[in-house]
């Protein structure tokens, strides 16, 4: 599965899946669902809404980013993989964070909401064939590869996570 991971848009997806060793899709999803929860658990209570700059996202906010984006994913995951040749509209991730009240969130909500999301991406990546992988859409006006979309989710969480460590704790 791991060849597919270069057949991603490019250049701003690509940014994403090269953040990426040579792995597995699968094997990724599944590490990231155990590992992702314990770096969560790992930023205390008082941290959850603290934002390094005026206007930037809280830290409550990019992992609610992170979720609602690989819901997104999915989707297109979903779409392309069933023969869906439907150009898909992008989404304006700003829009969404006024309406995720991520700051009114629990760090313990925003973690069995993060489980649930990519526990639903793993079983619909896990019933994926090879041929299933390869099938195409477009989405945001670029061709996708359903393979591609599966390591953008998994680099996407991978570049926020390397964002909270570097410029938030």
Same mark, same amino acid.
């Not at 006006?141 to 979309?149: F, I, K, M, T």
């Given at each position: 599965?791991?060849?597919?991971?270069?057949? *991603?848009? /490019?250049?701003?997806?690509?940014? /994403?899946i090269d953040l990426l060793d040579d792995v597995d899709l699968l094997d990724m999803l599944k590490r990231q669902l155990k590992n992702f929860p314990n770096f969560i658990a790992s930023i205390s209570?008082?941290?959850?809404s603290y934002r390094y700059a005026e206007g930037k996202w809280?830290?409550?906010e990019v992992l609610v980013h992170i979720i609602d984006s690989e819901r997104v994913f999915q989707y $297109?995951?979903? $779409?392309?993989? $069933?023969?869906?040749k439907t150009s898909l509209p992008g989404f304006e991730q700003d829009d969404y964070v006024p309406y995720s009240n *991520?700051?009114?969130r629990s760090k313990e909500s925003i973690v069995e909401e993060y489980k649930a999301v990519r526990n639903s991406t793993i079983q619909l990546f896990e019933n994926l064939d090879e041929e299933g992988l390869r099938l195409k859409g477009m989405a945001s006006?670029?061709?996708?590869?359903?393979? *591609?979309?599966g390591f953008a989710i998994c680099g996407h969480q991978r570049h926020? $996570?390397?964002?909270?460590?570097?410029r938030y704790l």
């Open positions: 599965m791991s060849e597919l991971k270069f057949d *991603a848009p /490019y250049p701003f997806y690509k940014n /994403y209570d008082d941290k959850m809280s830290i409550a $297109r995951a979903l $779409r392309f993989s $069933r023969g869906d *991520a700051n009114l006006n670029l061709d996708w590869s359903v393979g *591609a979309v926020h $996570r390397n964002i909270l460590r570097e």
